[in-house]
């Protein structure tokens, strides 16, 4: 059985900064894309940064600059930067493979990022 299981989450200043973990266990496949989405209170879930096996990456218009994402084997990490008010959610692992019928998601059970004064 996949699991995701998302650590790092918190209170944080504006202009302070988060690291985000994810581990993922139980597979006997490699995940071909990992990343972060995120969901604010009545908003929807819209996606943060992810990263293919290739290492290559793609961020949300919103986050460029300030969030870095990586991967070590089956981890991700999400290093936040310089984080504002507007970056308060909560935070989802995503990984997941493509095949031929299309995508196959799975997804961590979140973690609360709030970013206050």
């Known amino acids: 059985q996949v699991q995701l299981v998302e650590s790092g989450g918190g209170l944080v200043q504006p202009g302070g900064s988060l690291r985000l973990s994810c581990a993922a266990s139980g597979m006997d496949f490699w995940f071909q894309y990992m990343g972060w989405y995120r969901q604010a209170p009545g908003k929807q879930r819209e996606l943060v940064a992810d990263i293919m096996s290739n290492g290559s990456t793609n961020f949300a218009d919103s986050v460029k600059g300030r969030f870095t994402i990586s991967r070590a084997a089956d981890k991700v990490y999400l290093q936040m930067n310089s984080v504002k008010p507007e970056d308060t959610a909560v935070y989802y692992c995503?990984?997941?493979?493509?095949?031929?019928?299309?995508?196959?998601?799975?997804w961590g059970k979140g973690t609360q990022v709030t970013v206050s004064s």
């Open positions: 995503n990984a997941g493979f493509i095949s031929s019928k299309g995508r196959n998601d799975y």
